[in-house]
């Protein structure tokens, strides 16, 4: 009997095994395979990750900006060809992942959007195939693109040029850059690098406007049918807000101006008087009307700031979040002169620029044209559509159109202009903390509702001159590209 109740035992602890044996058979066989693939430290999903061939990115004219490369080991590697528009296409990293254009468009680089079939796909893993994404061609213009750069050597800022009335992104320069070829090597330097070099400026910098909220405001004044002419007294003072002495665009004599003549010369203190007749509910609904608190951005363009070590970072990433701001009689005066909670980014100003330009209706910047999937010979284009957003009636914008016109010519933004070439614009200076930022605002035509807009904005400088002289530039080699097609 006991003799029995040892075999009983024997075959239960026998019976036992087998039946965990067979679960975790099982359980290796359905769930274990990508239990183990998943896994971070799996060498053989970074070589999985490494051995995707991500498509090609070419400019709006088709010329190649990046493709995927087989190095001597026989990895692929991302090959960047041109330094002016670094920053307009981000990087790609298998250590430190995607930004920019790379991150955006990452699943057709990719080709996760890919539809295969299931013979394909038995047969691509039988074969060990590598997967392949698709070639994207954006509407950046190289040649747009390396006259800003060339033109913003030395500073520190944003400058971003639309095509109206598509909203196509013809450049987008935020400095200081980095160097996506040699990342890796250099990513501990670049996260400590003053300035913070992977902050997107364009589109994450959230400045101080200064003088650039005078446009909106002469919108207001516009439409509330306030005189433009009449002569308004201490027109060139300083304006003391917050300690801080708002000045005009340049140094001028102390002498009486009108509305329109402050506003050619960005003085702050007609403005001033502007806002205060106007009153809260008039600017708040002014800066409504042009969604000021709504910054437009580029879909999967912007991610969450790299951390820096830095204990000084760049004055437009302490904040890429915009704050809703409410108008009231105790902020009216610092807000409506830029210099109060109201933030703004390039984009938001170029958007403004091209509004004006296209009779009051603003474009949504876009940047993918077209896709071309592996073993396409021909490109797909991209249908979406975005419809402009009402910003101003067309009488309205009209008039601002030639108030920027007169600016180019008689005002501080004398230096946008270009021979033979209709441009408009305003050039101003705001503050923030101890320093200063100078923006230039506008546009140019060709001919009907054709144009192009511009925002730059420089930090730490006193010089809107300067900044309408990049505007400039922006502006002239745009015009030059669009004639040409």
């Not at 001919?447 to 002239?476: C, F, K, W, Y």
Request: aromatic letters at 6%; hydrophobic letters at 45%; one cysteine or more.
């Amino acid at each position: 009997m006991q003799f029995t109740r040892e075999i009983n035992r024997l075959l239960f602890g026998v019976l036992l095994a087998f039946a965990v044996v067979a679960v975790a058979a099982a359980y290796w066989a359905v769930f274990g395979p990508d239990t183990i693939v998943n896994r971070e430290d799996n060498p053989r999903l970074i070589e999985a990750e490494a051995s995707i061939q991500r498509g090609s990115i070419v400019d709006s004219r088709g010329e190649l900006l990046v493709e995927s490369v087989a190095g001597d080991n026989g990895l692929l590697t991302r090959q960047y060809m041109y330094p002016e528009i670094y920053d307009a296409l981000g990087y790609f990293s298998l250590r430190y992942g995607v930004g920019g254009a790379e991150a955006a468009y990452d699943t057709v680089l990719r080709g996760d959007d890919v539809e295969r079939g299931v013979l394909e796909t038995f047969s691509n893993k039988l074969l060990h195939r590598s997967q392949r994404g698709s070639d994207i061609r954006l509407t950046f213009d190289l040649e747009v693109q390396r006259a800003v750069s060339e033109a913003m050597q030395g500073q520190t800022g944003a400058v971003v040029v639309l095509a109206v009335p598509g909203g196509e992104v013809l450049a987008l320069v935020s400095l200081p850059t980095y160097d996506p070829n040699t990342l890796d090597a250099d990513w501990e330097t670049l996260i400590a690098a003053e300035g913070n070099p992977f902050f997107n400026r364009v589109l994450q910098g959230r400045y101080q406007p200064g003088g650039a909220l005078q446009t909106p405001l002469l919108a207001a004044a516009l439409l509330s049918n306030t005189s433009l002419d009449g002569e308004v007294e201490n027109a060139t003072q300083p304006v003391i807000v917050d300690d801080v002495a708002l000045t005009c665009a340049v140094r001028l004599p102390d002498v009486p101006l009108t509305l329109r003549e402050a506003y050619g010369f960005a003085c702050p203190q007609p403005f001033a008087d502007l806002a205060q007749s106007l009153g809260p509910i008039a600017v708040q609904s002014t800066f409504d009307t042009f969604h000021l608190d709504e910054p437009p951005t580029l879909p999967g363009f912007v991610v969450e700031p790299i951390e820096s070590d830095d204990s000084t970072p760049a004055p437009t990433a302490d904040d890429s979040i915009p704050t809703e701001v409410t108008i009231t009689t105790d902020n009216v005066l610092q807000n409506a002169l830029g210099q109060g909670e109201l933030t703004v980014t390039p984009m938001e100003m170029a958007v403004i620029a091209a509004a004006i330009v296209n009779d009051g209706n603003a474009p949504q910047p876009y940047t993918l044209v077209s896709i071309r999937p592996p073993d396409a010979a021909t490109w797909t284009p991209v249908r979406e559509v975005r419809p402009t957003i009402p910003i101003s009636t067309t009488n309205t914008a009209r008039q601002l159109q030639d108030l920027m016109r007169n600016t180019v010519a008689n005002g501080a933004a004398q230096n946008a202009g270009r021979p033979n070439i209709d441009i408009g614009g305003h050039a101003a200076l705001a503050y923030s903390g101890e320093s200063s930022q100078a923006w230039f605002v506008g546009f140019a035509t060709l001919g009907g509702r054709r144009g192009v807009a511009v925002a730059v904005v420089l930090e730490n400088s006193a010089d809107p001159g300067l900044a309408a002289d990049i505007g400039g530039t922006a502006l002239a080699a745009a015009h030059a590209a669009l004639q040409q097609e």
